[in-house]
C-alpha cells in the first residue's frame, strides 16, 4: 500500500513537472530563487520545490498606445500628442530583471522624450516634422531600451491636437492662402486667355497677308502671262504675215481697217500720221484718174434737136 501510494505521488510530480513552452513565448526559469535558465518553445520538465517559472514572456511584437499628454514647443504653444509604440522583447531575462515594469518605464520614456524632442521645434516644424519626430525618437527609445530587453521597431505620432484658438487661426490662414491661390490661378488663366487671343489675332493677321501676297502675286503672274501670250499671239501673227509675203496693197487696207476701228468708239479723236495722208492723197489722186471707186452717176446724152417738119410747120 505504501507503495503505492509513493508511485502515485512520484507520478504527480512527473506529471505536474512536465512543462511546454508555446511558440513565439519565453519561460524564465528560477531555481531555489535564483536565475536558472530560459525555456524556448518546447516540452521540458521542472522540478517541483526546486524550479519555478519566474515569468512569462511574449516574443511577438507588442503595441504601446499612449494617451494624449501636453507638450509645449519651442514657441509656447501648448499641444496634445499621443504616441503609438511598437516593440518586441529580444532577451526574456533582461525584460524580466532588467526593470521592475519595463512596460511602463517604456511608457515613462516615451512622454520625456517626446517632450524634449518637441520642445526645441516650433509649432510648423512640429506639424510638417512628423517624420523627424518619429526617427528621433525611434532611436533614442531603442538605445535606451537595450538593458531591458526591448527592441523598439518604429514609434508613430498619432495625433496632434493644438489648441482650438491656434485651430482657427490655421484654418483662416488656410483659408487666405487658398484665395490668394485662387486669384492667382484666375490672373494667370486670364493672362493666359489673352495672350492666347493675341497671338490668334496676330497670326490671323499674317495669314490674310500672306493670302494678299499670294493673290497679287498669282494675279501679276496671270497678267504677265496674258500680256506675254498676246505679244507672242501678235509677233506670230506679223511673222505669218511675212511669211505670207504681203504685197504693199494689204498692209495699206489693214491699216485702212486699223484707222476704222478707232474711230468706232465716241468722243474719238484720230490722229493720222503724215505718212498716211499722203498715202490716202496718192491713193484718191489714182483712183479718180483710173476711175476707180467713182459712184457719181453719168449725165445723159442732151438729145438731138427734130429735124422741123416741112409739111407740118
Not at 491636437?161 to 490668394?180: C, H, L
Amino acid at each position: 500500500m505504501e507503495f503505492i501510494i509513493a508511485a502515485a505521488i512520484i507520478l504527480f510530480f512527473l506529471i505536474t513537472g512536465i512543462k511546454i513552452v508555446p511558440q513565439a513565448t519565453e519561460f524564465v526559469i528560477e531555481r531555489l530563487g535564483k536565475y536558472h535558465t530560459t525555456w524556448g518553445a518546447g516540452l521540458h520538465f521542472l522540478l517541483p520545490f526546486v524550479d519555478r517559472i519566474a515569468k512569462r514572456v511574449t516574443l511577438k511584437e507588442q503595441v504601446l498606445d499612449s494617451p494624449p499628454q501636453p507638450v509645449i514647443t519651442k514657441d509656447n504653444v501648448t499641444m496634445q500628442i499621443d504616441t503609438v509604440v511598437y516593440f518586441k522583447v529580444f532577451d526574456a531575462k533582461l525584460f524580466t530583471y532588467g526593470a521592475v515594469n519595463p512596460i511602463s518605464a517604456l511608457s515613462n520614456l516615451t512622454a520625456t522624450t517626446l517632450r524634449n524632442i518637441v520642445g526645441e521645434l516650433e509649432l510648423d516644424d512640429t506639424l510638417t516634422s512628423r517624420d523627424t519626430i518619429n526617427g528621433k525618437m525611434t532611436e533614442i527609445l531603442d538605445s535606451a531600451t537595450d538593458q531591458w530587453g526591448i527592441k523598439v521597431n518604429r514609434v508613430e505620432l498619432k495625433n496632434i491636437i493644438p489648441p482650438s484658438e491656434i485651430q482657427n487661426a490655421m484654418e483662416k490662414q488656410m483659408k487666405a492662402e487658398r484665395d490668394r491661390r485662387e486669384t492667382l490661378l484666375e490672373a494667370e488663366g486670364h493672362k493666359a486667355a489673352v495672350i492666347t487671343r493675341a497671338e490668334g489675332d496676330k497670326q490671323a493677321m499674317i495669314l490674310a497677308a500672306e493670302g494678299e501676297r499670294d493673290a497679287r502675286i498669282a494675279r501679276a503672274e496671270g497678267e504677265a502671262k496674258a500680256i506675254l501670250l498676246a505679244k507672242k499671239a501678235e509677233a506670230d501673227g506679223l511673222a505669218a504675215l511675212k511669211a505670207a509675203e504681203i504685197d504693199a496693197a494689204v498692209l495699206e487696207l489693214k491699216k485702212y481697217e486699223a484707222l476704222i476701228a478707232l474711230s468706232n468708239g465716241t468722243a474719238s479723236k484720230i490722229i493720222v500720221p503724215t505718212d498716211a495722208v499722203d498715202m490716202t492723197k496718192a491713193n484718191v489722186i489714182f483712183s479718180e484718174t483710173a476711175g476707180l471707186g467713182d459712184t457719181t452717176p453719168n449725165a445723159k446724152k442732151a438729145a438731138k434737136a427734130k429735124k422741123a417738119d416741112p409739111c407740118c410747120d
